[in-house]
């Protein structure tokens, strides 16, 4: 204990900055579950991922529920507001739900799956996405730089969703019968009861290979839009199509997974692209995208390479976005690993409102850096000591900023205790993700610009691996200060 003491005194004067948070005791984590590299992977949708991770339907009996509260018992200044959100979620043999309350809105959705001829029925706050996304995607699959590896498509699905983020209220049904599905579904905003917009398609699996065609229609407006989907799986690849017409304007979208588990994955997209809130492409900006990604894992080091390119158009104004990301990780050890990755990306905007004005061009770039080291000590059978030390380096124009991070847990039987503290000197237009210890139900990254510091203390008791208290505190530079207290059940 007297080294453990050492080490975290030292690392305290001089560490700081921005990591995932560890895994409350008692939780396994997902071993299909990405981590969180950079921070902004999923922006805005993060607050879902605890509640998705249950799968939706896949015949299993297993039940399963959560229930995570979390209350600001004094408010942090720095949040605007204070932080109280209510998640729960269940699931039967044959039956789901979710639901979400929290300072942003309430939200959840109830879904029943395998039952005779009936394969799936949601109501509530869905994600509607149809065939591979070309006229109406889902928030995750547009603001993610990774292709999907899920060897399958529908023409048309209807996810539950517990945030009001990217979620439209609405129900979705398809039904069974052999090779031939039929699906429909119905949606409208959450801020406007007039305006639906429905849905419905038919599609037909026959050993590898699968076919379908949707029509879709919003009520009280003329949009219409139809949609023709097709994929074969092979040995060792999938391919998925999807061509649509709007009426005045063509879409199309495909993906690629090759390879042994996944390792090349590419997707490809243009035309018209719609919101969910509409089937048609004259609500939403012409978008053009393409997303190619490798994986490899050799001796240890695990690799991935992601190349992604968007442009969309509206009204006289394009964008245009290029990305590069490079993420390795290695094992040093048994009680060691190293994380790094590298981030190139460039940004441009033309508007051009006449072909009278000359057009403006604004152009960004930006170059991203981190590294981490993890330690993992485990000095007897009931107690465990983990230290993680990461630097984020940011340059764009004017100058390198830097963001770092020192955490280090002490767990011992039920208990968990967390010392986390993060220093960071951002230039003007740079931003860092600083990570949250790791409280059920907050935000997994806070944004963070300019200079500043921040020290949190964050204990955690689990009673047995189905119930679980928090209290976190962490205060900044400014003096700002917050306490949150977290509760959790989980069986």
């Known amino acids: 204990m007297t080294r453990v003491a050492r080490f975290l005194l030292a690392c305290l004067v001089v560490g700081c900055g921005s990591a995932p948070p560890a895994t409350p005791p008692g939780e396994v984590r997902d071993p299909n579950t990405v981590d969180v590299r950079w921070g902004d992977e999923y922006d805005g949708v993060l607050e879902d991922t605890d509640l998705e991770s249950v799968p939706t ?26 932080l109280r959100s209510v998640a729960a979620s269940a699931r039967f043999a044959h039956a789901g739900g ?15 799956f395998d039952v005779a001829w009936l394969e799936h029925l949601v109501v509530g706050a869905i994600r509607p996405v149809v065939g591979e996304g070309a006229l109406v995607a889902s928030a995750r699959e547009l603001g993610s730089p990774s292709p999907r590896a ?21 129900a979705g049904a398809t039904i069974a019968a052999g090779p031939v599905r039929v699906v ?21 699996r026959f050993a590898r290979t699968t076919f379908g065609a949707a029509y879709g229609r919003t009520v009280r407006r003329t949009e219409s839009a139809a949609s023709v989907v097709a994929s074969r799986a092979f040995r060792d690849a999938f391919v998925a199509l999807e061509a649509a017409h709007t009426g005045s304007n063509v879409a199309y979208a495909a993906r690629v997974v090759a390879g042994e588990d996944a390792a090349w994955r590419a997707s490809f997209g243009g035309g018209a692209a719609a919101a969910p809130e509409t089937p048609a492409g004259s609500s939403r900006r012409d978008r053009r995208r393409a997303v190619l990604e ?61 072909l009278l004005v000359p057009a403006s061009v604004d152009e960004d770039g930006e170059l991203r850096a981190r590294v981490a080291l993890r330690v993992r000590e485990r000095p007897s059978q009931t107690m465990e000591v983990e230290h993680v030390f990461r630097i984020d380096w940011v340059k764009t124009e004017v100058a390198p900023g830097l963001a770092a991070t020192w955490r280090g847990v002490l767990r011992r039987g039920p208990i968990d205790v967390g010392l986390q503290a993060s220093a960071w000197a951002l230039r003007s237009g740079q ?6 210890a790791g409280l059920a139900g907050s935000s997994a990254f806070t944004t963070i610009s300019g200079g500043g510091s921040d020290l949190s203390v964050i204990v955690r008791a689990a009673a047995g691996s189905h119930a679980g208290v928090a209290v976190e505190w962490r205060r900044k530079a400014s003096g700002d200060e917050g306490v949150l207290l977290g509760a959790s059940l989980r069986w």
């Open 57 to 82: 339907s896949t015949g299993s009996s297993r039940t399963s529920a959560s229930l995570d509260v979390l209350v600001a018992l004094a408010d942090d200044a720095a949040n605007g507001q204070a």
């Open 98 to 112: 979710r639901y979400r309350e929290s300072a942003s809105g309430r939200a959840g959705a109830v879904d029943v």
């Open 150 to 170: 899920t060897p399958s498509v529908s023409v048309l699905r209807a996810t539950p969703s517990s945030s009001l983020w990217g979620s439209v209220l609405g």
């Open 184 to 204: 429909t579904a119905a949606w409208r905003p959450h801020d406007d009861d007039s305006t639906w917009t429905v849905w419905s398609g038919v599609e037909w």
């Open 294 to 354: 490798r994986r490899d894992r050799w001796r240890g080091l695990g690799s991935r390479l992601t190349a992604s390119s968007i442009m969309s158009r509206e009204a006289g104004r394009e964008e245009r976005r290029r990305r590069i990301d490079w993420d390795m990780d290695t094992r040093v050890d048994d009680g060691a690993s190293v994380e790094a990755g590298v981030r190139m990306s460039e940004s441009a905007s033309m508007e051009a409102p006449s």
């Open 431 to 436: 931003l860092g993700y600083l990570g949250r």
